[in-house]
């Protein structure tokens, strides 16, 4: 039973296109994670979320717009893709708690190819 | 802001031990995790540390912290071929208090050769 699941696992799309990848986690966690790696496997935040608020949002462009309808699911939608876009995006989750040790539980990304 | 650096790459024989690097700027780091990422996969929590003890092992894997010098290791025994990937050292800052962020290194590309 996966734990952080995204989808599509691949998405190949044209510059200007809207598309969205979705995330669920069954862990019961009450924050959840986007994260972006690019072709140098570099890993950065790109958004937080506790309990369905918007706590991180780290210098994105807003052509990037994360929802969560719940608190199992995190999904990003992108706008008007650009080619500097492409990279793997990876879903995760934790329990979050100020002070104790809340592990990363991370998807297996979704590997975007903007053509 | 926080950050995060690794060495880039490490080649080492089957059954030798490897040890890789990592050195943070956070002092208020709370925890420090080491994460593999196969080929085409997702990130796998191998172990974590927390920032008031020194070392931690775990079978094969020794973590070996310096808060003074705000520096980590990560060293496998007995290293395998199936230990061949990236390793990325984060740690986790606190952002408020139902928050947290991880800051990852570039991450390690470890390559055994048998």
């Known amino acids: 039973d996966t734990a952080v699941s995204q989808t599509p696992k691949y998405l190949v799309t044209q510059m200007g296109n809207d598309k969205s990848i979705k995330c669920e986690q069954n862990?019961?966690?009450?924050?959840m994670y986007w994260y972006k790696q690019d072709s140098k496997k570099f890993l950065k935040i790109m958004f937080s979320y506790n309990n369905k608020e918007l706590i991180i949002n780290e210098t994105v462009p807003n052509r990037f717009s994360p929802k969560s309808p719940d608190k199992a699911h995190l999904n990003l939608h992108i706008n008007s893709l650009e080619l500097g876009d492409s990279a793997v995006y990876f879903c995760a989750s934790s329990q979050g708690a100020g002070g104790r040790n809340t592990e990363a539980f991370f998807g297996q990304g979704t590997r975007l190819t903007v053509v | 802001g926080e950050d995060v650096e690794q060495s880039l790459f490490l080649s080492v024989r089957e059954g030798d031990s490897s040890v890789i690097n990592c050195t943070y700027t956070d002092s208020s780091s709370t925890y420090l995790y080491w994460y593999k990422q196969e080929p085409g996969a997702g990130l796998q929590l191998l172990t974590y540390?927390?920032?008031?003890?020194d070392m931690k092992q775990d079978q094969r894997l020794t973590v070996l912290l310096n808060k003074k010098d705000k520096h980590l290791s990560l060293r496998i025994a007995d290293t395998q071929t199936g230990d061949s990937a990236i390793y990325f050292c984060?740690?986790?800052?606190?952002?408020?208090?139902?928050?947290?962020?991880?800051?990852f290194g570039g991450g390690t590309r470890v390559l055994v050769k048998p």
């Open positions: 540390i927390f920032s008031n003890m």
């Open positions: 984060a740690d986790k800052s606190m952002i408020k208090a139902a928050g947290n962020k991880l800051t």
């Open positions: 862990l019961g966690h009450d924050t």
